[in-house]
């Protein structure tokens, strides 16, 4: 009702969900602060970070948003016009525009746990939608509508943003999840999925 959601992207066969979960809180930010519809680029965070991430995996990368540096001795977003998504561990490419940079970003809790649900929810209501960890199993990956609450709490393992909730659903109420796994998975590539269910929530950050 916002009007803070640009479209679903999709990662691919690349294991690039860190990146999509990192340019995701902040496209969704911009949209809700200036009103603006952007496309960044993930392939940049994918091809170009200091931290050997790329479709093996990585971690949330919003630092590089701010002031940290990528091989070109540059920080802030790219935009996806700049640097289209191939879905692959390529060579970086720069020098490139970065017309985007975060003032500050932060975990809501620990960069290894799981924060409360009401510490999350003041989170999105302040900063908007937030990155999050989740373990991802095959009975997400199978999801193509409804309530998910068939939980799966091992290994940590794929990166989603959070977007909102209903208390009215569920158990005892439900997550909203912006996957980046196109728009024919889930609900047109989102996902409701129970409070605590399948670790959702863990690393939860904030830009």
Known sequence: TQTGLPPIRNQGGCGSCWAFASVGALECAIMIKDGDEVNLSEQWLVSCNRDGWGCPGG?????????????????????????????????????????????????IGSSNGIPSVAQMKQAILQHGPISVAI??????????????????????????????????????GVWIVRNSWGTYWGEAGYMRIEYGCSNVGYGACYV
């Not at 971690?59 to 002031?67: D, K």
């Not at 001795?73 to 020098?95: F, I, K, Q, R, T």
């Open 135 to 172: 373990t991802a199993g095959s009975a997400m990956q199978a999801y193509r509508g409804g309530i998910f609450n068939k939980c799966d709490n091992s290994e940590i393992n794929h990166a989603v943003v959070l977007v909102g909730w209903d208390d009215s659903q569920g158990t005892n």
């Open 59 to 107: 971690w949330f990368a919003h630092s590089y948003f701010q002031s940290k540096t990528d091989m070109c001795d540059s920080s802030g977003a790219v935009l996806e016009a700049d640097y289209p998504y191939l879905a692959a561990d390529l060579s970086c490419n720069c020098p490139d525009p970065h017309p985007y940079h975060i003032s500050s970003w932060a975990y």
